[in-house]
């Protein structure tokens, strides 16, 4: 009798086993359920296995919670998670997204790129956030077929001044082709509608408001002043006087550093307005939205002409040459300011 009762509980356990055994296999073998889009993960620091994994779930990257905390532990990559934000598509398996996790696959990168950054710089920013080689970013950005294949405003022909200045997630594994196409994106997304339209309605085409909000961006320090600096540019414009940015004097000399001389206002390059007529040929920088707004919005009634940078890094307008002057010598006896610049006429 206990003979029989022994073989029956083994019996049982077996099939129990068994039956354990096919719900494991069958759920980790089990994809998740495709997303509409990919959904981000935030694994903070200290935060408990069985909290990642109910996260997860909810955001239907794995089915069963408590299966992949299972798998976790069978694997002994439970204590090697790593903290960040991830990028998941969906449609994997437990082990797969486990794998992202402990390894740091699919993880996103926070990378803010600030207002006035040229590509150059842009580009260097994303190397030392392990994004890629500086050298990829560059030369792509300058390739003419991926940019015409953003089919961005104004029809440039490389992406200075179209990389929008914004904070973004990028996966470390994420080909340059897809991190310079979002920062591209998010460029035509702010410049639609309002601004697209106001730039029209003024006479400028997109490539020439993107071209003038890069001016605008390099020389304000102050917000309320973008649109009186804009207003300068366009009032020189109607004129037919040059621009004088200094800026735009320095742009693309390789190791310049410092303020601007007036060696390098003598400087003969395409986009030095001291030495060209009306817009350079393109953007001196990424300008953000404030820039973009005030370019195709200058303060109205302006009627000034000039400039100067005060040591507070404000400037004092003027209306007529002279008075300009009388502001320069004024400002100029005082330490400049280490950015900005100011139209001499």
Known sequence: MRGRIALAALAIGAIATAGLGLWLYSGLARRAPELPAPAV???AQGQRLSAIAA???EAGVVRDAHLFALLARARGLDRRIRTGKYEMPGGQTPSEVLDALAFGRRRLFMVTIPEGLTVDEIALLLESAELGPASGFRALARDPEFVRSLALPGDPSNLEGYLFPDTYAFRTSAPAEETLGRMA??????FAG????AASAIGLTAHQAVTLASLI???AAVERERPMISAVFHNRLRLGMPLQSDPTAVYGVEGHAGPVTHADLERDTPHNTYRIAGLPPGPIASPGRASLEAAVHPAPGMRALY???RRDRTHEFSDTLAE???AVQRWLRSPAPPAGGAPPG
């Open 41 to 43: 993960v935030d694994v």
């Open 217 to 219: 961006e390099k020389e």
């Open 194 to 197: 309002e601004i697209a339209e």
């Open 185 to 190: 994106r998010r460029f035509a997304e702010v």
């Open 55 to 57: 996260e997860l779930e």
């Open 324 to 326: 300009h002057q009388r």
């Open 307 to 309: 400039f100067v940078a």
